[in-house]
C-alpha cells in the first residue's frame, strides 16, 4: 500500500514547531523481558497517541518516528501498523546484518520499506560501539554500511544512527568524513528546525505507557528535561566507570537477552 503523504497543517506551521524523536527497536507479538522490545498492542496505542498528538490544537512538539537495528518484525509489524496510519518513518539498518542475521531484515525487506516511502539509514555495520573502534573498523562500520546501502537500494544514504548511542568527536568528525550529514543519537532533547548535524532521540522502553509518553510532549517540558538530566548523569557514570563495564552492568539491570547483541543501552 504507498503511503499518504504526511502532511503538516498550515495553522501549525505559523508559530515554531520542534521535533520529538523516539527511537524504537523490535516489536513483539507477546510480552517480551527484553527492555527495547514492544508489545505490538502496546505499540499500536503509543501510534494512537501520536496521530492525536499531531492532531491536537496546541501541538508545538511534532512527533517523530525512528526504529534502529533492523529487526524483522519492524517490517513485519511496526510498518504496516504505521501505513495503515498514514505515519511516515526512518528505519536505520545495520548493514552487515542484512540477510545474514536470524531475525534481522534481509534486502528484499529493506527494498520494500524505502518503496513503501519510508527513509533509510545506516547503523553500522556489525553493531559495534563506534567509540570502541579504531580508524580501520570506523571505515567499516560508517563507509562499508553506507555505500552499501547505497547500493542495495540505489538511493543516497546520508543518515545514521549511534549504535548504543555511543558517540565522541572523533566519531562524529569520522562520520562526517563518511558522508553523513546527520546523525542520530540518544540524547533526549526536542530538536528546532533546521535540524543540526547530531539529532537526539527519546529510546522508548517497551514498559512506557502511552500516558507517561503524552507526558513527554508536555508544553512546559519538565519530563522531557529531567530525562536530559539523567542521560547526562549516565554518561558520566560511564566516563567515571570505563564504557564495558558500564555496558555490562547495564546489561544485567536491563535483562540483555543471552546471545543477541539487542539488550539494553549496549545495543540501541
Ligand atoms: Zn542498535
Redesign the pocket.
Known amino acids: 500500500m504507498p503511503l499518504r503523504v504526511e502532511s503538516i497543517p498550515e495553522e501549525k506551521t505559523r508559530r515554531p514547531l520542534r521535533r520529538l524523536f523516539l527511537l524504537y ?1 523490535e516489536i513483539r507479538s507477546g510480552e517480551s523481558r527484553y527492555s527495547y522490545a514492544i508489545e505490538s498492542g502496546m505499540f499500536e496505542r503509543h501510534l494512537d497517541l501520536l496521530v492525536r498528538l499531531r492532531e491536537a490544537q496546541d501541538c508545538d512538539l511534532w512527533p517523530e518516528l525512528t526504529f ?2 533492523g529487526h524483522s518484525s519492524d517490517v513485519e509489524i511496526a510498518a504496516p501498523l504505521l501505513q495503515s496510519r498514514g505515519l511516515t518513518a526512518r528505519f ?1 539498518i ?1 548493514a552487515g546484518w542484512t540477510e545474514t542475521k536470524t531475525g534481522y531484515m534481509g534486502w528484499a525487506e529493506v527494498r520494500s520499506l524505502h518503496e513503501a516511502g519510508f527513509t533509510i539509514g545506516a ?2 555495520w556489525s ?1 559495534k560501539l563506534l567509540t570502541h573502534c579504531s580508524d580501520a573498523e570506523l571505515q567499516t562500520e560508517l563507509g562499508r554500511s553506507r555505500l552499501t546501502l547505497e547500493d542495495k537500494l540505489g538511493v543516497s544514504v546520508t543518515t545514521m ?1 549511534l ?2 548511542g555511543r558517540a565522541n568527536r572523533r566519531v562524529l568528525a569520522a562520520c562526517a568524513e563518511a558522508g553523513y550529514t546527520q546523525v542520530y543519537t540518544s540524547v533526549p532533547r526536542a530538536e528546532s528546525l533546521p535540524l543540526g548535524a547530531t539529532v537526539g532521540r527519546l529510546n522508548v522502553a517497551g514498559s512506557m505507557q502511552p500516558e507517561w509518553i503524552a507526558k513527554l510532549f508536555q508544553p512546559d517540558g519538565r519530563i522531557l528535561r529531567r530525562l536530559g538530566r539523567r542521560y547526562r548523569m549516565k554518561e558520566a557514570a560511564k566516563a567515571l566507570m570505563g564504557d564495558r563495564l558500564y555496558a555490562g552492568l547495564w546489561a544485567l539491570v536491563s535483562r540483555k537477552e543471552p546471545g543477541t ?2 539488550g539494553g543501552e549496549g ?2
Open positions: 527497536h534502529d537495528d536505520f545495520t547503523h553500522g553493531h544512527s549504535p548504543g547483541d539487542g545495543a540501541e
